[in-house]
């Protein structure tokens, strides 16, 4: 079939489209459509290209989905070399490369520095002719790397085709490719269940899916890319300071840091060091340090090189997140379930500036599957919040035999026996509240803040309280005494009657949170609200059957058992009794019983919703059998969407997930099946 003009022209002006739409979402982190019209203008072109082959371009945003894999990667010669940089540990080194570079210069006043998170990532080198993507290659030795250019054009934030009209004849760009934190712990969760390789961090991710000769693989890994610099340009004026190239990137269709900023002097380099490490926590992504650039590039010119590093730039290095130390020991620790956890016991060592001396080990399997043994010299990872992990044994340091750790037959603190339920991977002491460990555990429980939240019973009060058997179980807290209180260490009478004063103000509750409060296996904040809002009562919840039970929303067949389980139990009902004795209430609320019509699905609030608040738009939800969650992932079912969204928006177009107003939440509300 010949093609008509009309349709090239359709077929142009789609392509346009979608890369300033790809544009706004990647480089000016502003969202320009929703999903949905996205998706319209994409499968219209991909239709148009089924129709019609010869329409097909490589730049076309069709073509990011991998080819057939190649047999090895070519080698490519770098035009010019890709270098590396020199590192400082401390504000002396900054001071004293300031110093060598003033020097060199014969500069006096201060230099100006454009400065950039160091992304942890792989270094990539983009080469683009008439503004097409040509050529995509790793940094290699610096020298020569290899040619990757059909995994980079899977990575959507990397441009297959640049904007504006007045490009460069020739340009090489350079960036980091990388993996952000949460990708990355989808990709490690998938890997697992389907029996993949597990990455050890983000980078290790990054790196394996960049170097797999099936692009196809490549397109389904979530890598990202950022710009930090230009290697060649050619058919073009270029700016001359780093910070205007970079901005000057931005507007070619590349993304930058959005923490990129020009700085006036060493000073203020520390200054910008201080404040982005307090933000590394808070970042999507690792980042191991800031990059300082002198921002002049005709000074850096002058600067030049020595060996493989620019004298002009430096990596200020942040405290490592992973470090090499002994593991000492392994000790099991008993949780509120029973469930035993293996905890390392390391030689103390400083990971992200923090001293740490103990570590998860996850549990048995993650041991067998890292083959840590006693002795090791195990890397140690903390990023941001989370735990520290043992990541894995460093195995060329291993020497001679070492002993695996392993699960002991009785619990280290109740010495009741310790089993692993056929099919769980969790081992538990059956001590129940029998065993103190977990006594404690469970009274923390109740305490903590999205449960009874009493504010002041702090963890280390209960572990004591327990120690000196003032109380055993939830119910005895309502029990003590002013005297009781504070005889405890740390206390003084004023910070004891506050505590009683807090137990008793905190009689007043919701049911929602009492049920979650109970510590009851596997019913989170999410279920308690559910079998709340389902049963309206306390006494039909503990009395409902396991079928009955499976009508709530979130409630499965094990859940419902371990209701069932919990409530079968005497002693259990006996606290419960006494709890309510002592004068815990909550407000009534009605039953739903609702036709749970919308039940399985997952959806997310963002923005004010005309007539509801967010809390009762929630519940309404709820009610029907939905689960209401506060981000957007790819489980998510739809995001519903009121005046002023927020970014979830743009999450959900990111992901696929459908988009509602007002109308289609309240026809949600109003559909029976
Ligand atoms: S500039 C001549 N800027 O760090 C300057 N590098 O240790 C060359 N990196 O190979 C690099 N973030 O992979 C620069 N904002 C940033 C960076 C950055 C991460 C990596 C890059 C490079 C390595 C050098």
């Known amino acids: 079939m010949p093609l008509p003009k009309s349709i090239m022209a359709e077929a142009r002006q789609l392509r346009q489209e979608l890369n300033e739409h790809n544009y706004s979402y990647y480089v000016l982190d502003a969202p320009s459509v929703t999903d949905q019209a996205y998706d319209r203008l994409f499968r219209r ?122 490009l460069p004849a020739r340009i090489e760009v350079r960036g980091e490719v990388y993996m952000e934190l949460a990708g990355f712990a989808a990709l490690n969760e998938s890997q697992r269940e389907n029996g993949g390789k597990v990455f050890a961090n983000p980078r290790n991710a990054a790196a394996g899916s960049l170097r797999l000769l099936d692009s196809r693989i490549t397109a389904s890994r979530p890598l990202t890319f950022c710009s930090y610099g230009i290697g060649l340009i050619e058919g073009a004026e270029m700016a001359s300071g780093q910070y205007r190239q970079m901005q000057y990137l931005r507007t070619i269709g590349f993304p930058i840091s959005r923490q990129i900023e020009l700085l006036d002097s060493i000073d203020d380099c520390l200054d910008y060091y201080a404040r982005i490490l307090q933000q590394r926590d808070d970042l999507a992504f690792d980042i191991d340090g800031v990059v300082f650039k002198l921002d002049d590039v005709q000074l850096q010119r002058q600067a030049g090189f020595v060996s493989r590093a620019p004298r002009w730039a430096i990596a200020y290095k942040f405290p490592a997140q992973e470090v090499m130390t002994r593991l000492l020991d392994v000790d099991f620790q008993v949780g509120r379930t029973g469930a035993l956890t293996p905890v390392a016991r390391l030689e103390p060592v400083a990971v992200g500036g923090v001293m740490v001396s103990n570590a998860t080990l996850h549990n048995m399997d993650e041991i067998e599957r890292k083959d840590v043994r006693i002795g090791d010299v195990v890397i140690v990872r903390r990023a941001g919040d989370v735990i520290p992990e043992v990541v894995g044994p460093v195995l060329q340091q291993r020497s001679g035999d070492l002993p695996r750790p392993k699960m002991p037959p009785r619990c280290p603190v109740c010495d009741s026996e310790v089993m692993q339920q056929p099919g769980q991977a969790a081992f538990r002491c059956i001590g129940g509240l029998v065993c103190a460990a977990q006594r404690k555990e469970a009274i923390k429980h109740y305490a903590s803040r999205k449960a009874m939240d009493i504010e002041g019973l702090g963890d280390k009060l209960v572990e004591q309280m327990v120690e000196q058997d003032l109380i055993d179980s939830v119910a005895d807290l309502y029990r003590l005494s002013l005297q009781q209180v504070a005889g405890l260490e740390r206390m003084a009478e004023k910070s004891a009657s506050n505590l009683l004063q807090a137990l008793e103000t905190g009689k007043k509750t919701t049911l929602s949170r009492f049920i979650y409060a109970l510590g009851i296996r596997e019913v989170g904040e999410s ?147």
């Open 45 to 166: 072109l991909q239709q148009l290209e089924q129709e019609y082959p010869e329409l097909v371009s490589a730049d076309s945003p069709t073509q990011r989905v991998g080819s057939e894999p190649a047999s090895h990667f070519e080698s490519v010669e770098h035009e010019v070399a890709m270098l590396s940089l020199d590192n400082a540990f401390d504000e002396e080194e900054m001071h004293a490369f300031d110093r060598r570079l003033r020097d060199k210069l014969d500069h006096q006043a201060p230099l100006a520095y454009c400065a950039e998170p160091k992304l942890d990532g792989l270094a990539v080198s983009l080469l683009y002719v008439d503004g097409e993507l040509r050529r995509a290659a790793t940094r290699g030795d610096g020298r020569s790397g290899e040619n990757i250019t059909a995994n980079a054009r899977t990575i959507d934030s990397i441009p297959l085709r640049l904007i504006g009209d007045d």
């Open 527 to 673: 279920t308690a609200e559910s079998l709340a809002a389902y049963f309206g009562d306390l006494d039909q919840v503990m009395n409902a059957d396991v079928d009955t039970l499976q009508q709530v929303e979130d409630v499965g067949p094990i859940v419902a058992e371990n209701i069932r389980h919990f409530f079968d139990q005497k002693s259990n009902r006996a606290i419960v009794d006494q709890l309510i004795e002592s004068g815990i209430n909550w407000p009534p609320i009605e039953a739903s019983q609702q036709q749970q019509t919308l039940a399985g699905k997952t959806y997310v609030i963002s923005g004010t919703l005309d007539g509801y608040s967010r809390d009762q738009a929630a519940s309404l939800l709820k009610a029907r059998g939905a689960r209401v969650s506060g981000s957007v992932s790819a489980r998510t079912t739809g995001v519903i969407t009121g005046e002023n969204p927020g970014s979830k928006v743009a999450k959900a177009e990111a992901l696929g997930v459908d988009i509602l107003g007002q109308a289609e939440f309240e026809a949600l509300l109003g559909e029976t099946v």
